[in-house]
């Protein structure tokens, strides 16, 4: 099992479209997929409450919950957990961050985001977690997303996928959907699947450095880092507030 988080200390960065849209993604191309909701708001637990579809599993969790539920989702054999986080929490973030595999920074390609993104940097520099910035919501063909792409870089890589500021991003998920299973052909779509073929990549790598990092015989800390965790069985596949 792997697990990717969602992190920004920025509100508005739009880490929550895209921890629902890369869940479902991964969902659609056969994975067992959990979606996690550790922000008190629930953003994400309101649009999964009024989704038609069970996919992904949902749980909206908690910090002191956090160990079990991750365990309990692991018995459940699912591959991939998809965790969103709140903002300007930065003890919360941080223990959130305990848990990922890889950790997605969404940015918005503006000065106050720049600005702002170093202090989750410093977090997970801090957990030695693997990252990755995915600049977001940015202006086709404008001058400033080409430079926050090389901001960023100077910090840490940068998916070279754009995800483009549209409208049918925030309409998709009015009633529990996404761009995908709206209009599967239009562009940003095209650009979530591209995103998700790239996180599958860094993963992929990711365990590929662990396994040979491990000492014959062993598992990698990345395989085994969750087998001593407790055990509450939360509510999954159940609609939230149910």
């Known amino acids: ?34 979606l996690v909701d550790t922000d ?13 579809s069970e996919t992904p599993v949902f749980i909206q969790s908690t910090f002191s919950n956090l160990f079990s539920d991750i365990e309990t989702v692991r018995e459940m054999g699912v591959e991939l957990v998809v965790v969103d986080t709140p903002p300007a929490v930065t003890r919360a973030i941080a223990e959130v961050v305990n848990y990922a595999d890889l950790v997605v920074l969404p940015t918005r390609p503006s000065p106050h985001d720049l600005r702002a993104v170093g202090a989750t940097v410093d ?16 202006t086709a063909r404008a001058k400033i997303t080409s430079e926050a ?41 095209n650009e979530i699947r591209e995103l998700w073929a790239y996180l599958q990549t860094r993963l992929a790598k990711i365990e590929r450095v662990a396994n040979d990092d491990a000492p014959n015989g062993e598992t990698s800390i990345a395989a085994s880092n969750l087998n001593a965790l407790g055990k509450s069985a939360p509510a999954f596949g159940r609609r939230f507030g149910s």
Do not use: Y
């Open 1 to 34: 099992m792997r697990v990717i988080v969602f992190a920004s200390q920025k509100g508005g960065s739009g880490k929550t479209t895209l921890a629902g849209h890369i869940a479902v993604e991964a969902a659609e191309g056969g994975a067992s997929v959990a």
């Open 40 to 52: 008190p708001q629930g953003s994400l637990a309101k649009w999964w409450n009024v989704r038609s």
């Open 123 to 138: 977090i997970v520099e801090s957990k030695r977690k693997n990252m990755v910035f995915v600049v977001n919501a940015a």
């Open 149 to 189: 792409a090389i901001a960023l870089s100077q910090h840490g890589t940068v998916a070279p996928v754009i995800v483009h500021q549209r409208t049918d991003f925030a309409a998709s998920m009015i009633d529990g959907r996404t761009v995908m299973e709206v209009n599967p052909s239009c562009r940003s779509a």
